[in-house]
């Protein structure tokens, strides 16, 4: 029940296309759900994230997707560009009465954007 | 801009010897923890840390492991027993604030191999 599924496990976009990475979770308990990206040797960045009192976030190309009833979630990246090739995950995690910030990650998704 | 720092970035040990992994989290962030990647897997929790006592660890994070912060500085994580099954990427991170909402910012990770 604390697990976070991911798909796909990868992922090539042309550039300028759309990347649409999704993630399900089954803990109703959790109310925090951010995206992480990942470069190869450096460690897992904040993208971006979303609460569940709301259906849509956006923060420039990046969207978060939020849907409480089916309990999934998706990264969009619009307009993608070959810097945007990385690894990225989806996490949960509780609330601050449940958790101490306890993030439970999703498998990763390996993004190629080609020029 | 403030950063994770960790090291080293890569430790061979032998199975069976102690291992000591350290961070340093952002000066002015209370709430520490670790996390593993084994090769091709997930980010795992491993412990949560706030003033000096563990908030809370995962089924993974057992007798064999203990975290300490010696210092205003640092934070480690030490492996009494190396397993072969240890070997993986270990991240730090950090946050200012406790609970579910608050960005947790990574290091770039130590990759541990137990031979």
């Known amino acids: 029940q604390q697990q976070v599924k991911q798909s796909p496990q990868s992922l090539i976009v042309q550039k300028g296309g759309i990347s649409i990475i999704n993630c399900a979770y089954e803990n109703t308990a959790f109310d925090y759900f951010p995206w992480y990206q990942q470069f190869p040797g450096k460690g897992p960045a904040l993208l971006i994230a979303i609460r569940p009192d709301v259906s849509e976030k956006k923060e420039g190309r990046f969207t978060i997707s939020f849907n409480k009833s089916a309990k999934q979630f998706s990264l969009h990246i619009m307009d993608s560009q070959p810097g945007d090739s990385a690894t990225y995950f989806c996490a949960a995690s509780g609330s601050y009465r449940t958790s101490y910030g306890k993030l439970t990650f999703g498998q990763g998704t390996i993004l190629t954007v080609h020029p | 801009e403030p950063e994770v720092t960790q090291t080293p970035s890569h430790q061979v040990t032998q199975m069976g010897q102690e291992v000591i992994l350290r961070c340093v989290p952002i000066?002015?962030?209370?709430?520490f923890y670790w996390y593993r990647q084994i090769l091709g897997q997930k980010v795992e929790f491993l412990v949560s840390f706030y003033n000096n006592e563990i908030s809370e660890k995962s089924e993974i994070f057992d007798d064999q492991f203990s975290v300490e912060r010696p210092d205003g500085s640092n934070f480690t994580l030490k492996i009494r027993s190396t397993k072969l099954e240890d070997s993986a990427m270990y991240f730090c991170a950090s946050s200012l604030r406790q609970g579910a909402r608050n960005e947790q910012f990574f290091g770039p990770g130590t990759r541990l191999t137990v031979l």
């Open positions: 000066s002015n962030h209370l709430y």
